[in-house]
Every structure is written in C-alpha cells, then in structure tokens.
RNA sequence: GCCAGCGUAGCUCAGCUGGUAGAGCAACUGAUUUGUAAUCAGUGGGCCGGGGGUUCGAGUCCCUCCGCUGGCUCCA
C-alpha cells in the first residue's frame, strides 16, 4: 500500500508500486497520455518508475516547460542514434537540452547542413518504431567496462562519484544518462535539425573539436511550425539587413567593427540622444566630455591595465604609452577630482555619452549588436553613504521611464561578486547590500547570478524584451567603492573632515550602437514617427506641382520635420511605394486640388488616407504627437 | 582567437565536371506628366575580397591573408 499526495493535498491509496503512468491512468487514459514524467518527493524522474513508499507526486504534462525540457533532451539522443547508425564511428560525448531546443556534441568528421535530411530521414524511423526508453542502473566498474572504447564518456565517468551510474537505452541505442526521458521515441515527433558548428570538448581549444549539431523539438508540429515562423520573422528583422535597406549604416572592412553612420541612421541615433538629454535634464543630471585617449598611469591607476588590457588597444606616442579607453569612468575621475566637492554638491550626477573602444575577438562581431567601437550613455553618480538607496532607485525609475517609451519591458538581476576583483571583502559587502536593499523597496522581482560582477564592484543588469519576447541585456547599473579610493576622491563633509565618495557607474541604452540594433528589430524598421529616419514623404504628382512640394517642404523644414521629397517624373504609384517600403511613416501627394485648397493629403504607413488635412492642423497633430514621443501612427481630423 | 560556411555590378543572386562573366532591381538617357504599393524603351556598369601558386588557360583547383555569417560549458 503506497499513498501518493498530488499537489493540490489530495492523497490517494495504490497496491503494491505503482508506476507515474498508473497514478496517471488513475486520473484519466487521456491525462495519463499526456504526461511525460514526474517530480517524485523534488526529484524529476521517468514515468515508468515505480513508486514504492508514500510519496509526493506532481505529473509532468507536454504542458509542462519541465515536460518540453525532458522531450528535448529525448531528442537529443534520438538525434544521437540515427547518427551513430550513419557514422558508426562517432563518438559521443554530451548533448544537454537548451533554450531553444537542444544539442549534441560529438566527435565525427565534419558535417554540414546538407547532412541534415539523411539524419533526419533515420530519426524519423526511430521516431516511427516508438522504441521504449529504458533506465538501465550499474555500478561505476560496469560503466566503465561498457566505455571501454568511449574516450569521452570514460572522461566524464572519472569526473563522477562512485556509485551506481544511470544508462538510458532504446533499440540498440544505450547513453551514459542521467534522464529524466519520455516513454518512448514516439513522443518526438516534432523534430527538426537546425544548425551545425564547432565546439571544443569541454569548451578548450587546446582539446578536440567535436561536431556541435543543434536542433529543436516540440510535443506538436503546429508548436515546431510556430517556432519556425518565429526564427523566419526575426530573420527578417534582422537589423543589418534593415539598416542596409534603409540606408542607415554601413560596414567596412578599413576598420571592421566599427559602424559608419549615414545621415539617415544620425537622425534615429539624434532623436535617441535629444531624448535622452532630456530625461536627464530632468532626472537632475549634467554632461561631462571626456578624452578617448589616456596615458598608462591613468589605466594603472584605475587597474584596468591589469584587469583588462586584453581588450585595449594601445599606442605609443612621445615614448609614452596610452590606451583609448575602453570604459569612461577613469576619465570621470579626473574630472570630479579636479575641484573640491561639498556634501552640499552631493549626490553629483555626471552623465557622458563616451565613445569606448573594445578589442572583441574577431569572431564575436555581430552587426552593431556586437562592435568594437561603441557610445556609451554613461553616468557616474557620486554621493554620500546615506545617499546609495535613493540614488539607485533614481537610476531604477529612469530606467523604466525611458524603457517604457519604446514600448520596451524589462526585468532585474543582481550579480554579485567574481573572482577576478579588486577591492576588500567589507567594500564588497557593503555595497552588495546597498543594491539588494534598493532592489527590495523599488519592489519587482529580480533574479541573483552569483559571481557574474564587474571586477569594481556588483551591479544591477537589466534586460530588455523585445517585441519577439527576445530578452537582451542594456542597461546596468553598477556600485563602485573601489575606484574613489584608486584616485582618492574625496568631499568635504558636514564636519569639515574629508571622505570617501561612493561611486555608482550606470548606463540605460548601454551601448547606443546596440541599442539602435535591438530597436530596429523591435520596431522592425517602423520606427515611431519622433524617431523616424524620414517623417514624412512628400510627392507631387506631376513634375508642374515640385515648385509648389518644394516650398511645402521648406515649411515643413522650419517646422523641425524630417522630410523628403521625391520630384522623380515617375508614377505616384511607384513614389508611393517606395515611401511604404522604406517605412516612411507619413506620405503627403501633393496634387493640383491640394496646392488650390492649401490642404494635405496624408497616407499614413498603415495605408490609411485623409484627404483635405490644412497645414495648420498637419502640423498641430503632427509637432504633438512627436512631442509626447507616441508609438503608434497619428490620426489627422479634416 | 578557434571551427564551419561564405565573399561575382550599388542591391539580391546565377555561372555544370577549369575555356576568358550573366539576370532582375537600382543608376543613367529618352518618351510618358501620372490621384494612392512597380509606365515603357534604351544605355553604361565588374582588379569575380587581396596576394601567391598549379595550368596552354583560373570566377571555378591549391596555399595564404582580409572580411562577413553562425557557433565556441544552459555541462551524464
């Protein structure tokens, strides 16, 4: 006699030991089908594993994120047996689910994607024969003998405690595994291979190269599909693609990830800027402008020479060595060192929009998601120790404000400190905590990644989610109490003594390049109308009416607008077109009726037209709307 | 940096097993003077990423450099 308590308190008798699938069937033949696994007492585990004392049951369903975690590592090794039934002497090694799906890493000679359709084929098979996966127990000895040929698996198996070692079979497939796995390979049925690149046997160079195979499994092909449909609508967001489109920046090979910004893409980057100074201005912050170029003692000093050189570049001039700087706090330094500080100046806010240089290994460049020069929107916030929870949770509410309107979310998460730091254990202490209490009273969830801390100090990450629910890491916002020593920044305190200033560096957008990157994927080129490239398009319709476009343009011009006129002698079709191809948000055709009645036609990028719009109301509706900074397209009354 | 793939006209791409480069769009010229998503015709345009090699002959094969794209511990 066996009781097993469901989540929700109920409990329930069994005979003898029931398995995960028989307390299933006890609710239902159509619930039990749709359960994959189960959390027995915390611990997932295979549905077909008998329950031989009381226990607490929760049944894991193809609802479940742990059930599609569990299909997808299935996955992974039947992915791995059609392999090894094609290439007999691929060794495997580990192939974990991950977040969108799953990988196997393996030994083999080199495959491409072309190699897809004939795994895929053999996959199907096995998928079709519905082999039961069977957990299988032995003792390490056992494990070993079975390796015996298996370098990897032998590897992994010495890493491990002795103690009884799990194999996973199916068919003649067998796996060192820890599980847990769906009943059998009839579950992944919703499978597809996706990418192949190389990885190093446990991420070292110096070791093998194994075939990284990446794929993607789902409990449905519908789920699989709609997967599918996602990756394609990113590909077409895809900022690069859109910013050549566009006409917004380029790349060269004469400094390679470095982008040229073209007068298009400086008018989205100068809406970004005025905007931000705005805020700003009003968050009670001022601008400082700081050299790219410093000398050596400034980067000893700092200890980036010793923390980060590897990433600087370097140069010397007049037998001295400088660096352009890679972050912009050293410079902030010298400028709040520069005078002597009150308390009564104090928090001090100082905000520079600093160009950074990065060297990144030349295989991580990315568009402008990932360059090696970079504008930073920094700020280095000086205050008292009273002044830390307050400050940052300024920096908080800015953040959410600015965020916000682009339409963007975002979440927290604290890292604390790493091993490669500087500073003592109390400053540490000191300072983790400031950020923990701040997070606490600003009050939404935030998430601890022990260790991931700059090497001055923890910080506070925020990440953005885009319009795909696609999460990128932006804003930061770090406590410093390490550098204020390294340059012995001081203020002048109520008691005429000096003291230490506590330091915060923080940035929103982050880097400007990248963040115009991720909005040009959120928006997916169609910008809101304050931050559009092109506001307006203006288009007479015969060549007699350019006189009269231009002089509307000029009106427009002194207006502030950003607008373009296209007086080719091409149809109105073909002019309306290409202003809707480039996501122009406003086409105004200028005809014989509009340049008589003194009114607009104005075609909105959703196609909608209002005929007979005078200028004085374009312009109202047209100034407002961009003043508020709205996201959606403005609506003109006649 | 490492691995794989890629680099041909401004853009997107074709060019079979090596035989001396082609299309669509764009640009330019001319005609058309257009009322809400492509008017028609013609013309020009290429160190086939750079360098080296094999060959009678290289866009095509080999080497090398540069660049681009994807990936490079979410660890049985």
């Excluded at 609710?27 to 994959?36: K, L, M, P, T």
């Excluded at 998601?369 to 830390?388: G, K, L, N």
């Excluded at 115009?516 to 060549?543: C, R, S, T, Y």
């Excluded at 002698?569 to 086409?587: C, D, G, W």
Aim: charged residues 25%; glycine residues 8%; proline residues 5%.
């Amino acid at each position: 006699m066996v009781n097993i308590t469901f989540p929700d308190g109920n409990i329930k008798a069994f005979e003898n030991a029931p398995t995960g699938l028989d307390v299933a069937r006890g609710i239902s033949e159509g619930f039990a089908r749709n359960c994959v696994a189960m959390e027995l007492d915390q611990t997932l585990v295979d549905l077909n594993r008998e329950i031989t004392r009381d226990a607490r049951v929760r049944l894991v369903t193809t609802k479940d994120a742990e059930g599609l975690e569990v299909l997808r590592h299935s996955a992974a090794h039947v992915m791995a047996q059609a392999i090894l039934r094609l290439y007999p002497e691929a060794k495997l090694t580990i192939g974990p689910a991950v977040e969108e799906g799953f990988y196997y890493d393996i030994d083999m000679d080199p495959v491409s994607e072309e190699d897809f359709p004939k795994i895929e084929e053999e996959i199907k098979k096995i998928i079709r024969a519905k082999l039961p996966i069977r957990r299988r127990e032995v003792s390490k000895a056992q494990a070993l003998e079975f390796y015996r040929d298996e370098p990897y698996k032998l590897e992994m198996l010495s890493q491990m405690e002795d103690g009884t070692i799990s194999f996973y079979e199916q068919g003649e497939f067998t796996d060192l595994c820890r599980g847990p796995h769906v009943p059998h390979t009839g579950f992944v049925k919703a499978i597809k291979l996706v990418k192949v690149s190389g990885a190093y046997w446990r991420a070292d160079p110096t070791r093998a190269q194994l075939q990284r195979i990446y794929g993607t499994a789902f409990f449905t092909q519908q789920e699989l599909e709609a997967y599918l449909t996602f990756v394609e609508e990113a590909k077409k967001r895809n900022h690069r693609k859109i910013g050549q489109a566009l006409d917004l920046f380029s790349f060269h090979d004469e400094a390679a990830g470095m982008p040229f910004f073209h007068p298009k893409g400086m008018e989205i980057w100068n809406a970004l800027l005025e905007y931000w100074r705005l805020e700003h201005r009003a968050a009670g912050y001022v601008e400082t402008k700081t050299p790219i170029m410093l000398n050596r003692a400034l980067w000893e000093k700092s200890g980036h020479w010793d923390n980060y050189r590897e990433n600087m570049y370097t140069s010397v001039i007049d037998d001295t060595e400088y660096a352009i700087k890679p972050m912009n706090c050293p410079g902030g330094m010298l400028v709040y060192g520069s005078k002597p500080h009150s308390y009564k100046d104090l928090p001090l806010r100082a905000a520079e929009i600093g160009l950074v240089h990065r060297h990144e290994l030349s295989g991580v460049l990315s568009g402008l998601f990932r360059v090696r020069a970079f504008h930073q929107d920094d700020a280095h916030i000086f205050m008292t120790p009273d002044q830390i929870q307050d400050e940052i949770l300024g920096v908080l509410h800015l953040v959410e404000r600015i965020y916000s309107t682009f339409g963007l979310g975002f979440h927290l998460e604290l890292s604390t400190r790493p091993e490669k730091s500087i500073g003592t254990d109390a400053q540490w202490e000191h300072a983790t905590n400031g950020l923990k209490s701040a997070l606490d009273v600003y009050g939404r969830e935030y998430k601890i990644n022990e260790g991931d801390g700059a090497f001055y100090g923890p910080k506070i990450d925020v990440h953005i989610k885009d319009a795909l629910g696609r999460t990128w890491q932006c804003g930061t916002v770090q406590l410093d109490m390490a550098l204020p020593e390294r340059f012995n920044l001081t203020y002048i305190g109520k008691d005429n003594e000096k003291h230490r200033p506590l330091m915060i560096h923080r940035v929103i957008y982050g880097s400007i390049e990248r963040f115009l990157g991720i909005l040009i994927e959120h928006f997916a080129g169609k910008f809101p109308l304050w931050m559009a490239p092109v506001q307006a398009a203006i288009l007479p319709i015969n060549d007699d009416l350019v006189p009269y476009a231009q002089q509307v343009k000029a009106d427009f011009d002194q207006a502030g607008l950003c607008t373009e006129i296209d007086s080719r002698t091409e149809s109105l079709n073909r002019k309306i077109r290409e202003a809707q191809l480039n996501y122009v948000p406003l086409i105004l055709t200028i005809g014989g009726k509009e340049k008589e009645s003194g009114t607009l036609a104005v075609r909105t990028l959703d196609g909608k037209i209002k005929y007979g719009v005078t200028h004085e109301t374009f312009l109202d509706t047209v100034q407002a709307h961009i003043h508020r900074r709205e996201l959606s397209l403005p609506i003109f009354q006649d």
